[in-house]
């Protein structure tokens, strides 16, 4: 499944993605879901960067991130979409 990681916001508010095909079972991928998706992404914050995912370059599947509850086993993951984030065009 390839999926993205879309950051944006910030003092400048480009907009940064990352993409990478990454192998989840069904049951991983609502692992993750259900993990990020319980802390509330503070998207009200002023010059704060907000992060959200979709996959399969699908924008209905977009759902806002809380970056700090990414499990610890998706982190391998989730490193390799952050060193790779170019700005959007």
Do not use: C
Request: charge should be positive.
């Amino acid at each position: 499944m390839k999926i993205k990681l879309i950051k944006s916001g910030g003092f400048i508010g480009k907009s940064m993605a990352a993409s990478a095909v990454w192998t989840f079972s069904a049951k991983e991928w609502d692992e993750l879901m259900d993990a990020i998706k319980r802390g509330k992404a503070n998207t009200k914050m002023r010059d704060a960067f907000h992060y959200s995912i979709q996959k399969n370059d699908d924008e209905k599947t977009e759902v806002p991130v809380s970056i700090q509850n990414i499990p610890p086993k998706f982190s391998a993951i989730f490193k390799k979409l952050f060193d790779n984030m170019k700005v959007e065009k």
